[in-house]
Structures are given as C-alpha cells and as structure tokens.
C-alpha cells in the first residue's frame, strides 16, 4: 500500500497488498456501501484513486477480495477473467454511487491487454488514464515537438516507425495520429489521414497487408496495417529494410522485455543516411534497442537521442573524438502529476486524448535553446513543480474549453491556483 500525492489527494494504489494491510477490506466496505472506507486517515478527499486489478485468475482471490478477507494479491492475471470483470464492475459502480464522477482514477501497472480494456470500458464514466500508455505516448510528442527548431519540422512533417510487439507500440501511435489530426485540423485532415503518417513494425516484418498475414494481426495493430510498403515494394522482413524504404524520421522503440529488434549499426547509419537530424527513440524496458554512444557514433554525432534510463542532468555522452552529447530521458513524470493536478482543479469529468496532446505541448514550450545546444530534448526535472504547474493549467484550460470541467467557477489564474493546490511534504519535526 502507498500514497502518491496528486495535488491535496491521497491517491490509493491497491496491488501486492501484503497481509495485515487493512486495505483490502476498506475496499470491500467500500464496494459494500459503508461510505466511511476511505475516510479518516486515508485522506482521500474524494478526488483520486489509483487501482491496480491485476489479481489472479482464481475466482477464490477475488472472492476474498469482496468480502473482505485479508489476502496477498499478485500480479498473476494475463487476461481479465470473468469473475475479475465482475469485480471491477462492482468497484466502478461503488466509487460512482460513493464519489460521483469526478473521481480521477489511474490503472496501475496492470498488463497492457488488460489496461486497455479496462479504460475503454469505463472512460466515458469518469477521468481514468494509464501513465504507462498515454503518459509514455504524451512525452515522447514533447519530445518530438521539442526538437522541432532542430529538425526544422512540424509532427506531421515526419514520418513514424515503431518497432515492437504488443499493445504499447500502438497505444503510442494512437496519440501519436490524434496529435497529427490535431494539428492539421485547419486543412480538415482525419484521425485516418494522420495514421498514413504512422508505421508499425513486429517480429515479422513491416506490418503490412501484402505480407500475408492479416487476417491473424491482433485487432489493435489494424488501423497501421498499410496495404504494401511502397507502391514498388510490397513488404519488408526486417528493420534495415523498413528503414531503407519508408524513410521514416522518427524511429521509435518500445517492448515490455528485452527487445528482440535492435537498432544496429546499419539501421541508425540509415536513419542518418535518410535525415539531417532523425530522432532516435529507443523506450524499451528492461534494456533498450541502442546505447545512446552508439547512436551518436553511428550517426556521426547528429541524431536526436532520448531513451528511458535515469541520469542526471550531468550525464554526458563523450564520443571518440570528444564531442559531448547529453541524451535526454524519456520520462513519465515529467507529465502525470501535472496531468493528475489539471484534472482534479478543474474537477473534469472525462481525460481524453487532446488533454494529454495539450500537455505535451506545455512541456514542449518549456525546453530552451540552451537545452536543445546540449543535446537535450526536454528540460531539467529538477523543477518539476513549476513544470507540472504548466501542464496543470494547459490540462484544466482544455477541460473548460471542451465543456467538462464542474468546478465554478473557474480559477481567475489557473497556474497559480494549481501551485497553491500541489502536496506539500512538509512534516512537523518530533523528538
């Protein structure tokens, strides 16, 4: 059990839950109806939940669970099973009857099949978000948006190859073609334009329709099943060859496990070869498709590097002939608690897609000139505070806009009431 502070909310992470935590059975009382549950020391404040539901497949577990037995639940669960679906109906229903529908819930490392089931069921009810799939999505349009005085390039001026399996590859193009339809709404381009612009790439090759297979690709890879690679080529097998003859300018990595598809020596030479300033992105965890020194080796010093390891704003790539490169870090948290903070100001009923769009572009705005000299695509994290300030206000003002936001009347100055309305880890000093 922990906390995690969302502006003055406690934000309740219920997984592993270790026996003797009496957390278990707040959440069956709550699902009962004793509207007591989470008040008291929990400090909820009706204002976020953080629920992580990957619970075993064994419906005794989840039966423990609504009655309120005391129990170690594990991250077992690979599909979400019937008598789970149950569960977390009977949970959703309760926090609406107990909270209303301002209830800012975050699923919490659940598997990425599960999550996205889970939030396509229940955001249209209340603001739900996954930082692992539209958080991780959000920062890396920053981080592309950011880079545009170096690649003298709007999003949809590129073109995108990411390579991967599973549903987090295309959870990042799915943000990736709003943002595009979003900024080429004045010439009336669609959500089906914007995904043209969009490629994928698996075990077996370039997805596309004329490799044969898809009528066995999973459902969420569909919408960037292109009809052939090129009008003179039909497929691509691998990674050298997709990146020979779709030319993209953003590549992309991203894999739950170690990757199997790496951005070799030949592959970032191409990607040199095809781009003054390509963007490499290489967000798998653990391990990662590049080192950012190879990179920029292989690219003689001119790609753009972001990747997910921690460094500080010290860590400094030197390459052979002593140029120094500072490869920045594609992080969450440079976004949620910002996205978490604008959503319980405004007190907005739904977190959509333009609302984390509009974040990544307040985090764009806030890389300089000097971080851009450096190498770096998004701005120090040591202040973090005036930066989730900054996305606060961009996320409330878009929930006014769109006519979702319940709390009247609006903030006369949005980044200032959310920097009064951020937790404080101030504790009172005892002997």
């Known amino acids: 059990m922990h906390t995690t502070g969302y502006g003055t909310a406690a934000c309740w992470s219920v997984a592993s839950v270790l026996p003797g935590c009496s957390i278990i059975s707040r959440v069956a009382a709550l699902l009962h109806g004793e509207s007591a549950a989470f008040d008291g020391d929990c400090n909820l404040a009706a204002d976020s939940l953080a629920l992580t539901a990957e619970l075993s497949h064994h419906s005794s577990v989840v039966d423990k669970l609504r009655h309120g037995y005391l129990c170690s639940c594990w991250a077992l669960g690979v599909t979400v099973c019937s008598s789970l679906q149950e569960l977390l109906d009977e949970f959703f229903n309760a926090v ?27 955001s249209g009810n209340f603001p739900v978000f996954s930082d692992g799939i539209q958080g991780l999505a959000a920062v890396v349009i920053a981080g592309i948006l950011a880079a545009a005085p170096l690649t003298s390039k709007k999003l949809a001026d590129h073109t995108f190859l990411i390579a991967g399996e599973g549903r987090a590859a295309t959870s990042i193009a799915s943000i990736i073609a709003a943002a595009i339809a979003r900024e080429r709404r004045h010439v009336n381009e669609t959500i089906l334009d914007a995904r043209k612009r969009v490629w994928l790439l698996d075990s077996k090759g370039l997805v596309v329709r004329s490799r044969g297979d898809a009528d066995e690709l999973d ?8 009809r052939q690679a090129t009008p003179e080529k039909q497929s691509c097998p691998d990674l050298v060859d997709a990146v020979k003859t779709i030319k993209p300018s953003v590549l992309i990595g991203i894999s739950s496990m170690p990757p199997t598809i790496t951005f070799n020596e030949d592959v970032c030479q191409e990607m040199g070869a095809n781009n003054q300033r390509p963007i490499i992105m290489p967000l798998s965890q653990p391990g990662a498709e590049v080192k950012p020194k190879d990179a920029y080796t292989w690219t003689d010093g001119r790609c753009i590097f972001a990747d997910r390891d921690t460094r500080t704003d010290s860590s400094d790539v030197v390459l052979d002939d002593g140029r120094h490169f500072h490869p920045s870090t594609c992080e969450t948290a440079y976004l949620f608690p910002g996205v978490g903070l604008g959503t319980l100001l405004s007190r907005s009923t739904k977190l959509r897609d333009d609302m984390f769009i509009v974040a990544a572009e307040a985090l764009a705005k806030l890389v300089t000139d000097e971080d851009r000299a450096r190498g770096a695509i998004y701005p120090p994290i040591g202040p973090i505070r005036d930066i989730s300030a900054h996305i606060a206000k961009a996320v409330a003002q878009k929930a006014y806009d769109a006519g979702l936001a319940t709390e009247q009347p609006k903030p006369s100055d949005l980044q200032t009431a959310a920097l009064q309305n951020m937790y404080e880890p101030d504790y009172r000093n005892y002997r």
Do not use: W
């Open 219 to 226: 459902d969420h890879k569909l919408p960037y099943c292109h």
């Open 96 to 122: 609406q009857r107990r909270f209303g529908n301002t209830v800012l819930i975050h699923l919490e490392d659940m598997q990425y099949e599960n999550m996205s089931k889970t939030m396509a069921q229940y």
